[in-house]
């Protein structure tokens, strides 16, 4: 029966990440369910339980006789050499194409006249130590599902919030990701992020004359500027729709001067920590309060 030989260039263009289901989903940042971890996790089993059993039976040949591979042992390793590249390859522990080199070298020499049994053992319990070591360095987060439902929250605004202020989704995008991975700091400082366009929006609606451009003024500025606002309007002509006014404008204003107070005064230099209470407690008003404006028809 003839040899199926096939050249290590060959085993080389074989290596196309692009091949390999799923690839890339070790990177960090990844997040896997058990039923995805579980699926990869019997893929990596399958590999190490076939090495070891052709290691075995190949050890018995390789202290007995010096003979050569038969072709079916062949056709048996190079399976394996690819389902290995396959595996480091999902490990992320392919980086170059010396990786690939090292990895593949072997799959020339199996075609080669003379490869004996034993060195077939060395090298493929080489191979099988090899993801051995590098296991211990790949780790997973686990997120308890009050956790979880916070990672990527695409509902973290309603749609008309969504649409109205995009800039404060991307940001509150981010703090339940952070609360998720219990940064609840971070958490925070993405709540007030998120409020930057906002209170812009609010400023320009009452609106505030500002002493600077609107874009360069800080909370301080829109909050002396809006409290100085809202006297003159409380002294203008009294009417249904102007109490109705000066009614959403103080919560909101008071809103505002809360989350500065309490918050970002603190967060934006570092001078306190939060915890899962406090984290909590700030991305549901920062929501609150962004629904609030677009209710009233404000938008970025």
């Known amino acids: 029966m003839a040899t199926n030989r096939v050249s290590f260039g060959a085993f080389r263009n074989a ?44 050890e018995v040949v390789a202290t007995t006789s010096g003979r050569e591979l038969t072709d079916a042992e062949r056709q048996q390793l190079s399976a394996l050499l690819m389902d290995y590249l396959a595996e480091m390859s999902e490990l992320d522990a392919i980086r170059d194409e010396d990786d690939v080199g090292r990895i593949g070298r072997p799959y020339d ?35 308890a599902p009050e956790d979880a439902c916070h990672y990527h929250n695409a ?25 998720a991975f219990g940064r609840y700091t971070a958490c925070v400082y993405h709540c007030m992020g998120s409020l930057e366009q906002p209170i812009r929006a609010l400023a320009a609606d009452i609106p ?73 407690k700030a991305l549901r008003d920062t929501k609150a309060f962004i629904e609030r404006l677009t209710k009233e028809g404000l938008r970025e």
């Not at 004996?116 to 780790?139: C, H, N, S, T």
Request: proline letters at 3%; glycine letters at 6%.
């Open 109 to 143: 020499d199996l075609q080669k006249p003379g490869y004996l049994a034993q060195d077939a053992y060395r090298m493929l319990r080489d191979r099988r130590e090899g993801i051995e070591d590098v296991l211990p360095g790949r780790l997973f987060m686990y997120l």
């Open 155 to 179: 509902n973290a605004l309603g749609k008309l919030s969504r649409d109205a202020f995009p800039s404060a989704y991307k940001e509150l995008i981010e703090a339940d990701n952070c609360y």
């Open 15 to 58: 290596y196309n990440p692009a091949s390999f289901p799923g690839n890339g989903c070790w990177e960090s940042g990844s997040i896997w369910s058990l039923e995805m971890i579980r699926y990869r996790i019997e893929n990596l089993l399958s590999v190490l339980h076939r090495s070891e059993e052709m290691e075995r039976r190949l």
């Open 208 to 280: 505030v004359e500002l002493s600077k451009d609107i874009e360069l003024a800080c909370w301080g500025d829109f909050c002396r500027d809006i409290e100085n606002h809202l006297n003159h309007l409380q002294k203008s002509r009294h009417t249904v729709e102007r109490d109705k006014r000066l009614r959403f404008y103080h919560d909101a204003r008071m809103d505002f001067t809360g989350f500065k107070d309490v918050y970002r005064n603190y967060v934006a230099h570092n001078k306190v920590s939060y915890n899962d209470i406090g984290a909590i």
